[in-house]
């Protein structure tokens, strides 16, 4: 324990205590998963009846709009319970206790490279979704091409953003084994 000032000591507990400030954002994260989930139950629900009536294609984009929601709750997931151990405070779970292998050893690093890679499965998937739908897009096939092009420069966007963000923790771990 080191001989600090009490002003200082106080500034400096204010300040991490200050942490519980993201808490009420975590709720509100379960909240926006919960909002996910109701919205996959009722595509689910509205889809279901109508699969005898329904073409290939169309159940290919109803599967890809709910992967595309499950894939965005597992990111909410892995953000939810990654941020708070990270940033706020550990789970305080039993051991009995169903609780996933990654939880606890996700770091900021693997964080980033998990929440940029589902962002570019995200997105594959509504690139591939737009695609199908092509022929039920609007007439005007300029403003599709137009619509598509820029589906297509937003993804690669993500792609090179992942790649990047990859090649800088790279040298990152290789500069700290130096």
Do not use: C
Not at 64 to 77: E, K, P, Q, R, V
């Amino acid at each position: 324990m080191t001989n600090k000032p009490g002003l200082e000591r106080t500034f400096e507990r204010t300040l991490f205590a200050s942490r519980w400030l993201m808490a009420p954002m975590y709720l509100g994260l379960a909240v926006a998963l919960a909002m996910l989930t109701v919205v996959f139950v009722r595509e689910l629900v509205y889809y279901v009846p109508q699969v005898m009536e329904l073409k290939a294609e169309q159940v290919i984009l109803v599967v890809l709009t709910l992967i595309d929601l499950t894939l965005a709750a597992n990111l909410l997931l892995i953000v939810l319970f990654s941020g708070y151990e990270n940033f706020v405070s550990k789970l305080d779970i039993d051991a009995e206790v169903d609780r996933p292998d990654w939880m606890g050893t996700v770091d900021f690093s693997a964080l980033k490279m998990k929440l940029i890679a589902s962002i570019v499965a995200i997105s594959a998937i509504d690139l591939l979704k737009r695609f199908f739908a092509i022929s039920e897009m609007s007439a005007d096939p300029v403003a599709v091409e137009r619509e598509i092009y820029w589906l297509v420069v937003v993804h690669l966007t993500f792609v090179v953003s992942g790649v990047l963000m990859a090649l800088m923790d790279w040298l990152s771990a290789r500069s700290t084994k130096n």
